[in-house]
């Protein structure tokens, strides 16, 4: 993902999204932020935010946590004014910080260390790629399953409530790391999906030798795409993500992605659900630059907010958008012919623990029967409060059920 300069990325908007649904969906609050990293690290943690933005913005010399992360003080300052006029009342958190597309007139977005994106992506510096250790993969995927997990460098050691389930077959970082921090990574038996970054150059001199090295891994001895997939820019339709132009992405795909083909599963860049120029609207000029580009995959993301829409509301926006919206736009693309649908994150934002589980319940039976999705990745992630208990003994009902169902 690329930090924008400009204190703009933190400007408030009215917005108005249409979803799948055809439901016009309204923050109740009616502004809505562009967050990058900075402004994601306060969400996170947003009770301490709570507490030290206000004294912040009145003496910038007062100490930041370390939990907050290290920012530039005009960074620090822009989040700290977003959070104050966006954040919601006190009270138990019950979301995830990442990603909120559904309040995106442009952009979107969350907390992880995300590739030249995240959703929820950790607090390091997103375009730096020449020091990240190699990847790793060894084992083999234990299951057939269409399911993946996010993490981040904040997972800790939390994937290991997820070490002995079937029902999970890979995972993502937002990287092309398989260990984001030392002590966090995956379980043997789950295959890694490398997400490319990119600097301000649109370069990453990393990348081919480390997806080289994991083709080389056990894990891709017998390649299924939606497990061996290589995820190019993500949420390059996000001013607070990867924030590429439809020509920028192109040229990071046929530089970085399309060498590979025949090797791996290769996703198109993971978009939004905005609309107007984000989302689909964006997806179609990058299919023009790319016309001669190869595609195993369409990667695509889905937020709802619960302030706006019920539970089932909700799952039907979702089975809409992948049902309806998405595969009318293949079809007008020849390069999309043989391709399937990748759900690389989707969640209901603002959901208690229990409206989450009800979502998942409802949803994840259509996803893994519906021929077209080749894969799929709840954004509940392995945070605390999301999939994880606030006391890490184990996992929430929304985690079980992703865990179970």
Request: glycine content about 6%; some cysteine; proline content about 8%.
């Amino acid at each position: 993902m690329h930090s924008l300069a400009s204190p703009s990325i933190l400007l408030t908007l009215s917005v108005a999204l249409s979803v799948a649904s055809g439901a016009v969906l309204r923050h109740p609050r009616g502004l809505v932020c562009y967050e990058d990293n900075a402004l994601r690290s306060l969400e996170r943690f947003s009770a301490d935010a709570a507490a030290f933005c206000p004294a912040y913005l009145k003496d910038p010399s007062k100490p930041v946590p370390s939990n907050l992360g290290t920012w530039p003080a005009s960074r620090l300052s822009s989040a700290c004014n977003c959070f104050e006029k966006t954040a919601a009342p006190a009270g138990p958190a019950t979301t995830p910080t990442g990603p909120r597309t559904t309040l995106s007139s442009t952009t979107k977005k969350s907390s992880v260390s995300s590739p030249t994106y995240p959703p929820t992506p950790p607090v390091k510096p997103p375009t730096s790629t020449s020091s990240r250790p190699n990847v790793v993969a060894t084992g083999a995927p234990t299951s057939g399953s269409k399911r993946g997990l996010v993490y981040d460098y904040k997972s800790k050691d939390y994937v290991k409530f997820f070490s002995n389930t079937q029902k999970i077959s890979f995972g993502s970082d937002w990287g092309d790391s398989r260990s984001p921090a030392p002590g966090v990574t995956l379980p043997p038996n789950l295959a890694f999906i490398p997400t490319l970054r990119v600097d301000s150059k649109l370069e990453n001199n990393a990348w081919n030798d480390k997806v080289k090295d994991l083709i080389k891994s056990a894990m891709w001895l017998q390649p299924q795409q939606y497990i061996h997939r290589l995820d190019s820019s993500n949420e390059p339709d996000n001013a607070g993500q990867a924030n590429l132009s439809p020509a920028d992405a192109a040229k990071v795909y046929k530089k970085y992605i399309q060498p590979f083909k025949g090797q791996a599963g290769l996703a198109s860049p993971a978009i939004t659900n905005g609309g107007g120029a984000t989302g689909l609207g964006w997806l179609a000029k990058f299919m023009a630059e790319c016309a001669d580009c190869s595609f195993d995959l369409i990667n695509v993301h889905h937020y709802v907010d619960r302030r706006d829409v019920n539970v089932d509301q909700a799952v039907s926006a979702v089975q809409s958008y992948l049902s309806k919206d998405v595969p009318n736009f293949m079809a007008k693309y020849p390069q999309l012919k043989n391709a399937k649908i990748c759900v690389g994150e989707f969640w209901l934002w603002d959901s208690s623990d229990e409206e989450g589980a009800q979502y998942l319940t409802k949803l994840l039976p259509w996803l893994d029967q519906n021929p077209a999705i080749a894969g799929y990745q709840a954004f509940g992630g392995l945070w605390k409060g999301n999939f994880i208990k606030e006391d890490e003994s184990g996992l929430t009902k929304s985690g079980q059920v992703y865990h179970d169902l």
